[in-house]
C-alpha cells in the first residue's frame, strides 16, 4: 500500500516542477514537439497580473509525481460557470495509487465549492487506459462532439478578417 499523495495548490517556486511534468505528459502522449512554451510564460500565466489558468500539484513523501491545469469557461445553457481541465497527468511509475482520482476529486471539489455545473476535459482517442479510468470516476465520453482549434497562421488569418465589412 503506498502512501497518500498531498494534492495542493500549486506555487510560484513550483513552476519549474510543474514545468517538467508538462514535458514528461508531451512525451508520453508522444507530443514532445509541440512543447514550445517556457517555464517563463508559465508562471506568468498562472501567478502574473492577469492569470488564465489554475494549477495543483500531487507529491508523494515531498517529490511532485502528477499535476492537473485547469480554467474556467461558461456554459450558456446552464447559465453557469464550468471547470475546464486542461491537463491531468501522475508520472507512470506512480500510477495506480489512487493518485490521478485525488486529483480529479480535488478538482470536482473546487468546481461543488464555486457553484459550477460542470467539470469536462479532452482524452486522447488513443488513451485506452484514460478514457477507462475516467469512465470509473464517472465522466461519460462524449463521442458526438468534435475540438475545434485554430492556431498559428490560421489564427492570424482569422484574426485579420475581424477588420473586415461583411
Known amino acids: 500500500m503506498g502512501f497518500a499523495a498531498l494534492v495542493r495548490p500549486a506555487t510560484p517556486s513550483d513552476v519549474p516542477v510543474l514545468f517538467d511534468l508538462i ?93 459550477c455545473g460542470r467539470l469536462e476535459w479532452s482524452v486522447l482517442d488513443w488513451n485506452s487506459p484514460a478514457i477507462a479510468f475516467y469512465q470509473r470516476m464517472g465522466a461519460s465520453i462524449l463521442e458526438e462532439w468534435r475540438i475545434c482549434r485554430v492556431t498559428g497562421a490560421s489564427l492570424t488569418e482569422l484574426a485579420q478578417k475581424a477588420d473586415t465589412q461583411f
Not at 60 to 69: C, K, R, S
Not at 72 to 84: D, W
Open 23 to 115: 514535458v514528461a505528459l508531451a512525451e508520453y502522449e508522444k507530443l514532445s514537439h509541440a512543447v514550445t512554451g517556457s517555464p517563463a510564460s508559465l508562471e506568468e500565466h498562472l501567478f502574473g497580473k492577469r492569470t488564465y489558468a489554475e494549477a495543483i500539484l500531487a507529491e508523494l513523501e515531498g517529490q511532485a509525481v502528477g499535476f492537473a491545469l485547469f480554467f474556467h469557461n461558461y456554459s450558456t445553457f446552464l447559465t453557469k460557470p464550468g471547470i475546464y481541465l486542461e491537463d491531468i497527468f501522475v508520472l507512470p511509475q506512480y500510477r495506480g495509487q489512487g493518485i490521478g482520482k485525488a486529483l480529479l476529486s480535488y478538482i470536482a471539489k473546487l468546481a461543488v465549492e464555486r457553484g
